[in-house]
């Protein structure tokens, strides 16, 4: 496959091959590409939990909370925020 860059894309190659941070222009274009997978994995993670909640609101799988509730919303997170922190801190055999 051969990719044509731009002129800025390609002055910014050689500056990070010229300034030793990669080896050479492949390196270069290597990472930038691996760079926008991970935010490409991240995106489509997103999309799946949002698509989830959005499934939650239609099946009415959700909770309302109101200013007199908030204190108790607030409870409840730091509880399970305490509990998971407990669960991962805990040594294991």
Not at 36 to 63: I, K
Request: glycine share 4%; proline share 2%; net charge negative.
């Amino acid at each position: 496959m051969e990719v044509e860059l731009t002129p800025d894309q390609q002055t910014l190659v050689e500056a990070a091959v010229s300034s030793g941070r990669y080896r050479n222009a492949e390196d270069a274009v290597r990472d930038a590409l691996r760079h926008w997978e991970a935010e490409e994995r991240q995106r489509a993670h997103l999309l799946a939990m949002m698509d989830a909640a959005d499934s939650d609101l239609t099946a009415g799988r959700f909770s309302d909370y109101s200013e007199s509730t908030l204190s108790q919303l607030a409870t409840e997170i730091k509880r399970e925020g305490r509990s998971l922190h407990k669960e991962r801190s805990a040594p294991r055999n």
